[in-house]
């Protein structure tokens, strides 16, 4: 059994618990890193988490340093004709279901490549000999495993509901002119252009006179995140805090790479590497294939996306769908 599923099977029996527990577990079952990698990248374990919440494994919830286990489904991946993807814990009755499936279909499984530091899960695959086999495969695992979910096409039900991506803030008060808790301004040209593994981006001022932007800054202890439009202060994740900013700015973080010629018009959704996606957009993207995101030189990259679902990402975001040129 691979560190990845190992650990998912200790999600299966926790079922819950803190973020800070949870770290050092990750930590303790892969050292923070694959083996080919000297040191633990900054901030490894918070890329773990979003990974393992992005393939549907994790739901968790960082204001209150919470995480549990996700509930077991089966998720239908959009245009790969049958292709279905086991996401969520799974325990030892609904493993050995996915193993026999009879005449309706075969399972196998994917070993994830990911520049994430932490051990990621094997990614279990079904395909179906026909569409009209998904019910039954779906009966028949459900009969081992009665918290199975039947989520459809998770990607596309996932992308249909995001909304407006400034929503997910909620307005703050302004940071304190408090001279011993540095206040620092992302520099988001220099975020979208640098691609070296960590950007000096964050830049210390002083905490009058604010500009439109993103700002972070320590209060009672906690990190900060959050936009000025010019008028108000709104907080909230990392990702949600920048790509509103990105959107006040008029830029975009994100690519369409087209692909196939399929009635899905399938292809890449790029995105930039610092710029990652807020949670939900990440997991609508991420469920297209049942597989991490790929970390590119300057971007991460989503194969297999509908086109339809990449433009419902970027609408959400604010921000244009820039179709790459050669």
């Known amino acids: 059994m691979s560190p990845g599923s190992a650990l998912l099977g200790w999600l299966h029996t926790e079922g819950s618990g803190t973020i800070a527990v949870l770290r050092q577990r990750v930590a303790w079952f892969g050292s923070g890193r694959p083996a080919d990698i000297a040191s633990a990248p900054k901030n490894a374990v918070f890329r773990w988490i979003r990974e393992m919440s992005a393939l549907a494994y994790l739901e968790v919830d960082f204001g209150a340093g919470r995480w549990s286990a996700a509930a077991p489904a089966l998720v239908i991946l959009p245009g790969f004709d049958g292709l279905l993807a086991v996401t969520g814990v799974r325990g030892a009755p609904l493993i050995d279901a996915i193993d026999d499936l009879g005449e309706d279909g075969f399972a196998f499984v994917h070993s994830p490549v990911t520049s994430v530091a932490g051990p990621l899960p094997d990614t279990v695959f079904i395909q179906v000999e026909r569409q009209s086999a998904v019910d039954r495969v779906f009966q028949r695992l459900q009969s081992a495993e009665p918290d199975l ?178």
């Open 149 to 326: 979910v039947n989520a459809r096409c998770a990607a596309l039900h996932i992308a249909a509901l995001l909304r407006p991506n400034l929503e997910n803030l909620r307005q703050t008060s302004a940071p304190a002119a408090d001279p011993s808790s540095e206040i620092e301004r992302l520099d988001v040209e220099n975020l979208l252009t640098d691609v070296s593994d960590e950007p000096l981006s964050w830049i210390a001022v002083p905490p009058w006179l604010p500009s439109v932007g993103a700002y972070r800054w320590r209060r009672h202890g906690q990190l900060v995140h959050a936009a000025f439009n010019g008028q108000t202060w709104l907080s909230g994740d990392r990702s949600d805090v920048i790509h509103a900013v990105v959107s006040m700015m008029d830029e975009s973080a994100l690519t369409w790479i087209p692909g196939d010629d399929g009635p899905l018009e399938r292809g890449t959704l790029s995105v930039h590497k610092h710029v990652d996606l807020p949670m939900l957009h990440k997991r609508a993207a991420t469920l297209c294939t049942g597989l991490p995101g790929r970390e590119g030189r300057a971007n991460c990259l989503y194969t297999g996306v509908p086109r339809h679902v990449a433009l419902l990402v970027a609408n959400s975001l604010g921000q244009p769908l820039e179709r790459e040129t050669t």
